[in-house]
């Protein structure tokens, strides 16, 4: 067998084995690109969830300014949620809002 053939199926190998070696690294990224995603969208439910027992916690307290932030807070997780592609969560002040807008329109509260 000449150094020729020798060296062209060596090449062949090589270059299959290159192949191989991408496509387990594409395959890598890829999954390591997911756990990230899945990572920030465990931070995003965490950030929410804390966000919302805090301001109730603090509504509770009769600390309406850290209400307000903690709410805002809550709000801004649900945004991100939503730009991640996540479910969009109904706000858990919903009836704390109806019950002000009552007290605001002069009815019972």
């Known amino acids: 067998m000449s150094d020729y053939r020798i060296v062209t199926g060596r090449r062949k190998q090589l270059e299959e084995r ?4 991408e496509a387990e690294l594409a395959k890598a990224k890829l999954h390591d690109t997911w756990d990230k ?3 920030a969208r465990w931070a995003i439910v965490e950030a929410r969830n804390e966000a919302e027992t805090k301001a109730i916690d603090a509504l509770a307290r009769y600390k309406f ?3 307000g932030y903690w709410a805002a807070c809550w709000v801004h997780a649900n945004r991100q949620a939503k ?9 858990p002040f919903y009836d704390l809002v109806q019950a002000a807008r009552r ?7």
Not at 18 to 21: H, V
């Open 65 to 67: 300014q850290m209400f």
């Open 18 to 21: 290159i192949a191989e070696l």
């Open 83 to 91: 730009a991640a592609g996540m479910e969009d969560q109904p706000s």
């Open 37 to 39: 995603l899945k990572a």
């Open 103 to 109: 007290i605001q329109a002069g009815g019972e509260s």
